[in-house]
T-cell receptor, first 115, second 112 residues
Framework: EADIYQTPRYLVIGTGKKITLECSQT?????MYWYQQDPGMELHLIHY???????EKGDLSSESTVSRIRTEHFPLTLESARPSHTSQYLC??????????????FGPGTRLTVL | AQSVTQPDIHITVSEGASLELRCNYS??????LFWYVQSPGQGLQLLLK??????LVQGIKGFEAEFKRSQSSFNLRKPSVHWSDAAEYFC??????????FGTGTRLQVFP
């Protein structure tokens, strides 16, 4: 099972602040993902990466950006946070195992509150 | 359209009782099916997965799930629930893409 870490676990900030949510994994997985999760709702994919220097937008439009400079690190940045960004953000990683969808392993999440 | 339906938003059971959480999917290709569990304030932990082969899949923590292609279902079961099983359970489907489609989850409450 993957070891995947997210920091901070909880963050409360004011509107207009720039924030970066950190995600790191120690398993050498090629693929990494960011999901947004609101209470009572399914997880929505907002960004993913196939490897270093690869980033793609997910199914849910997001004002956040991501980068993948190192295999193990996939930070998510909000340039100017707004109350509508209040949510839980989950990072995941996976390793190509075959022709179908890989098993994704999740971090503990960051709960973001924007006042 | 590809989708996952978890019809039960909230289920309450007594400790020691059996449990079945329902999951129905719609997917245009051979489905890869997953069950995850999420405890409060935590990320998702993989319980079990089905890719092919035996349609009854065993997972961690005493859970199992059965893939029924004719019913487009992948229901999760446990014969005897423990208080520590109280959590939110998510069913997900993938297949011929890298993306997982999640259901909205079922919250399980366990009474002593």
């Amino acid at each position: 099972e993957a070891d995947i870490y997210q920091t901070p676990r909880y963050l409360v900030i004011g509107t207009g602040k720039k924030i970066t949510l950190e995600c790191s994994q120690t398993m050498g997985h090629d693929k990494m993902y960011w999901y947004q999760q609101d209470p009572g709702m399914e997880l929505h994919l907002i960004h993913y990466s196939y490897g270093v220097n690869s980033t793609e937008k997910g199914d849910l439009s997001s004002e956040s950006t991501v980068s993948r400079i190192r295999t193990e690190h996939f930070p998510l940045t909000l340039e100017s946070a707004r109350p509508s960004h209040t949510s839980q953000y989950l990072c995941a990683s996976s390793q190509r195992q075959g022709s179908g969808t890989d098993t994704q392993y999740f971090g503990p999440g960051t709960r973001l509150t924007v006042l | 359209a590809q989708s996952v339906t978890q019809p039960d938003i909230h289920i309450t059971v007594s400790e020691g009782a059996s449990l079945e959480l329902r999951c129905n999917y719609s997917y245009g290709a051979t489905p890869y099916l997953f069950w995850y569990v999420q405890s409060p304030g935590q990320g998702l932990q993989l319980l079990l997965k089905y890719f092919s082969g035996d349609t009854l899949v065993q997972g961690i923590k005493g859970f199992e799930a059965e893939f029924k292609r004719s019913q487009s279902s992948f229901n999760l079961r446990k014969p005897s629930v423990h208080w520590s099983d109280a959590a939110e359970y998510f069913c997900a489907v993938g297949g011929n893409t890298d993306k997982l489609i999640f259901g909205t989850g079922t919250r399980l409450q366990v009474f002593p």
